[in-house]
Nanobody, 124 residues
Framework: QVQLVESGGGLVQAGGSLRLSCVAS????????MGWFRQAPGKERVFVAG???????YYADSVKGRFTISRDIARNTVYLQMLRLKPEDTAVYYC??????????????????WGQGTQVTVSS
């Protein structure tokens, strides 16, 4: 069993930055693929960024060049650094883990564990 807890969300002006953290407990993240998703009100949950156990990273086109996913194995933590934030980035951000990665990093159905989410609000 893995528990994921996100933090770091908040209210920021357009152009600002935030860093989200996702701390895992119960198991080491070193062998998991991890992802960040977001869900805006009335919309589906969508992929933002992912990192495989081998350290390969993938991004949604909408955040490429602005967001960076990384992990600290020693701290069992995954981060999402968000720069040049836009109002359309406003959403609840979720961290998720895949225990046996076989592809589908951008598909929410691939993930076995989810955090509770953290709200990010970008004002114009």
């Amino acid at each position: 069993q893995v528990q994921l807890v996100e933090s770091g969300g908040g209210l920021v002006q357009a152009g600002g930055s935030l860093r989200l953290s996702c701390v895992a407990s119960g198991r080491s993240l070193s062998s998991y693929a991890m992802g960040w998703f977001r869900q805006a009100p009335g919309k589906e949950r969508v992929f933002v960024a992912g990192i495989t156990s081998g350290g390969y990273t993938y991004y949604a086109d909408s955040v490429k060049g602005r967001f960076t996913i990384s992990r600290d194995i020693a701290r069992n933590t995954v981060y999402l650094q968000m720069l040049r934030l836009k109002p359309e980035d406003t959403a609840v951000y979720y961290c998720a883990a895949i225990t046996y990665y076989r592809g589908g990093l951008s598909d929410p159905k691939s993930y076995d564990y989810w955090g509770q989410g953290t709200q990010v609000t970008v004002s114009s």
